[in-house]
């Protein structure tokens, strides 16, 4: 079985370079900090081509309410948008913010997310990373 694991793991080793290199820009550009038990937040970014600024904020803000997130705060003029999401944490219902940023990049949009949780929260790196990109995705013409 040991064996098994170490084959395994060698295996990944090899392979992570490769998967780095396909990975999606906002894979590539995801950033995480904090800890565990002090809170962390999470971050990425990606340019969206072909799409306007404006076309970008609808789009967020229309598919952020529709998977049930809580609009916060927004405007439209500085591009910005805050959504809660509602969390289960110690027993207790949470309020987890997403804080997005939607700003014009020559004829393109760049589409900035951040996100973070409370000290104790569990959430893992694929998690983060698919629900962020999951935001980025919704700004792109359908």
Not at 9 to 25: I, N, S
Not at 106 to 132: C, F, H, L, R, W
Request: aromatic share 8%; charged share 20%; hydrophobic share 35%.
């Amino acid at each position: 079985m040991k064996t098994t694991l170490w084959i395994a793991a060698g295996l990944l080793a090899f392979a992570a370079p490769t998967m780095a290199a396909d990975a999606r820009p906002c894979e590539s550009n995801y950033q995480q900090g904090g800890s565990f038990l002090s809170g962390r937040s999470f971050s990425t970014w990606e340019i969206v081509p072909g799409v306007k600024p404006s076309e970008a904020f609808s789009r967020i803000q229309a598919d952020g309410l529709k998977s049930g997130l809580r609009v916060a705060s927004s405007d439209k003029g500085s591009g910005t948008l805050s959504f809660e999401q509602n969390a289960a944490h110690k027993g207790q219902t949470i309020q987890l913010p997403w804080n997005i940023v939607i700003e014009g990049a020559g004829k393109d949009t760049k589409v900035t997310v951040s996100k973070s949780t409370p000290p104790g929260y569990a959430s893992g790196k694929e998690t983060q990373i698919k629900s962020m990109c999951a935001v980025i995705d919704s700004a792109r013409k359908k």
